[in-house]
């Protein structure tokens, strides 16, 4: 199983990034998938989810209204937009596969890819 993950990068607060993270290895979608994150000191936290039709999606309450997860089965891929980034928003993203019908949260995670690093500077 792989989970390549990209779109990160450094960019200024009020600006915006789209996560990519490509799979491999695992019937994709069969799966839901998320984005995860974790800042420097502190724990792996949950961001979004998105079943593995697509038809439903959850947040953080941090990201409401500014972040998108969204999937392409066609292509075994999931999207995160970041739009109106913070600085708070700075951490290292993690894609990540699981079973289940309801929200990815970190104890059912099976898969982890292997992270991409957003700064946000103020």
């Known amino acids: 199983v792989q989970l390549q993950a990209c779109g990160g990068g450094l960019v200024q607060a009020g600006g915006s990034l789209r996560l990519s993270c490509e799979a491999s290895?695992?019937?994709?979608?069969?799966?839901?998938m998320g984005w995860f994150r974790q800042a420097p000191g502190k724990e792996r936290e949950f961001v979004a989810s998105i079943s593995w039709g697509g038809g439903s999606t959850y947040y953080t309450d941090a990201v409401k209204g500014r972040c998108t997860i969204s999937r392409d089965n066609a292509k075994n891929t999931v999207y995160l937009q970041m739009n109106n980034l913070k600085p708070e928003d700075t951490a290292v993203y993690f894609c990540a596969a699981g079973e289940t019908q309801g929200a990815l949260v970190r104890s059912i995670v099976d898969s982890w890819g292997q992270g991409t690093l957003v700064t946000v500077s103020s």
């Open positions: 290895g695992l019937t994709f979608s069969s799966l839901a």
